[in-house]
Every structure is written in structure tokens, then in C-alpha cells.
């Protein structure tokens, strides 16, 4: 029985930023920092390894001052996270 952990997912903010966005369509970035509970910076470094590894979509919208961003789940980034689920499913059942 194996479990691949996804090393791009596994941290645990990463971890919830993947959860939160594979139940919406999008999310504001101000909305993800406020559910995680991180500063914009903890939370801007996350989303950078996730987008960096084709993990994310971003939409910039324009607003008043600065662009807001929106954030979701690439194809790619859907289906990283469901075999990352996958492989914790699995570590789990070995515990019981």
C-alpha cells in the first residue's frame, strides 16, 4: 500500500488553502488571509509555491488603489490535492 504525499500541499497552510478553495469557485486573497488567520505575507508565500507549482488560477481585479487578486484550483492543482487527500486517506487507515 503506498501514500504519495504531495511535498507541495503538505505544509499545513498550503494544506488549507487547497481545502478552502476546492469548495469554492474563487476566493479574494483578503478572505483566504482572514479564514487562515496568517499576514498577507505568510499567506502571499504560500500561494506563490501553489502557483509555482500550476496549483493555482489568479484573476487580478481591478479596484480602487491596488488590484484585488482572486485565487482558485487549476486542473492541476484539483487534482494534486484530491491524491494528496488520497494518500491521507490511506496513512489513516494503516492507524486503524
Not at 20 to 42: H, I, K, Q, T
Amino acid at each position: 500500500m503506498s501514500a504519495e504525499l504531495d511535498p507541495v500541499i503538505h505544509p499545513v497552510h498550503r494544506l488549507q488553502i487547497c481545502a478552502l478553495l476546492a469548495n469554492a469557485d474563487e476566493m479574494e486573497f483578503a478572505l483566504l488571509r482572514d479564514e487562515l488567520g496568517v499576514s498577507d505575507s505568510v499567506l502571499s508565500k504560500q500561494l506563490k509555491y501553489l502557483d509555482d507549482a500550476g496549483y493555482l488560477t489568479i484573476r487580478k481585479v481591478p479596484s480602487t488603489g491596488r488590484p484585488r487578486s482572486w485565487y482558485s484550483l487549476s486542473k492541476d492543482g484539483q487534482c494534486a490535492f484530491q491524491k494528496h487527500l488520497d494518500a491521507l486517506r490511506i496513512i489513516a487507515a494503516l492507524a486503524t
